[in-house]
T-cell receptor, first 114, second 110 residues
Framework: DTGVSQNPRHKITKRGQNVTFRCDPISEHNRLYWYRQTLGQGPEFLTYFQNEAQLEKSRLLSDRFSAERPKGSFSTLEIQRTEQGDSAMYLC????????????FGPGTRLLVL | RKEVEQDPGPFNVPEGATVAFNCTYSNSASQSFFWYRQDCRKEPKLLMSVYSSGNEDGRFTAQLNRASQYISLLIRDSKLSDSATYLC???????????FGDGTTLTVKP
């Protein structure tokens, strides 16, 4: 499968715990994006990388959220001290080079904070 | 006001019907436009890009009206398999961020 992959697919955690999600983009894509989606809403942009550089962060990305893409390949999104309001689907997408290129989405990680 | 607005629906149509969705965007500097399809509990998948001159892909036609800042999607001869949520997406020039509408839900019934 040469698409975007995300792990884990589901995560249940208790409030206050830290969680980390991984995204592996399509191999030749140098742009990687993180979005969050809650029920009944469209995906909301969180951040994006061009290679290893994090070029834009949404104000939605509070201090408890951090994303990395250390070698310009896979990326991790960590949420510290999770809150119930963090429960959502976290989607990763990648695109080839230009901003006009299509963003291809992974299957998402569904997070439930109890 | 949201940056990208869509009628949430639901649109319930019989097989074979023609259905149209509209989407409005607030930022006149927006340069790239897309329609994505999202099935229940799945990731969004690109349906089609929207070009200034309008474009067609089989039963699907997309139109862009920059002056009025809206995008439309027309589905002809609806199939049961067209049942999904259709997301309108807008992007600024050279921007990484895509702004999504909240989607329009379509249910095609036999």
């Amino acid at each position: 499968d040469t698409g975007v992959s995300q792990n884990p697919r589901h995560k249940i955690t208790k409030r206050g715990q830290n969680v980390t999600f991984r995204c592996d983009p399509i191999s030749e894509h140098n742009r990687l994006y993180w979005y969050r989606q809650t029920l009944g809403q469209g995906p909301e942009f969180l951040t994006y990388f061009q290679n290893e550089a994090q070029l834009e962060k949404s104000r939605l990305l509070s201090d408890r959220f951090s994303a990395e893409r250390p070698k310009g390949s896979f990326s991790t999104l960590e949420i510290q001290r999770t809150e119930q309001g963090d429960s959502a689907m976290y989607l990763c997408a990648s695109s080839f080079r230009l901003a006009e290129e299509t963003q291809y989405f992974g299957p998402g990680t569904r997070l439930l904070v109890l | 006001r949201k940056e990208v607005e869509q009628d949430p629906g639901p649109f319930n149509v019989p097989e074979g019907a023609t259905v149209a969705f509209n989407c409005t965007y607030s930022n006149s500097a927006s340069q790239s436009f897309f329609w994505y399809r999202q099935d229940c509990r799945k990731e969004p998948k690109l349906l089609m890009s929207v070009y200034s001159s309008g474009n067609e892909d089989g039963r699907f036609t997309a139109q862009l009206n920059r002056a009025s800042q809206y995008i439309s999607l027309l589905i002809r001869d609806s199939k049961l398999s067209d049942s999904a949520t259709y997301l309108c997406v807008v992007r600024l020039l050279n921007a990484g961020k895509s702004t999504f509408g909240d989607g329009t839900t379509l249910t095609v019934k036999p």
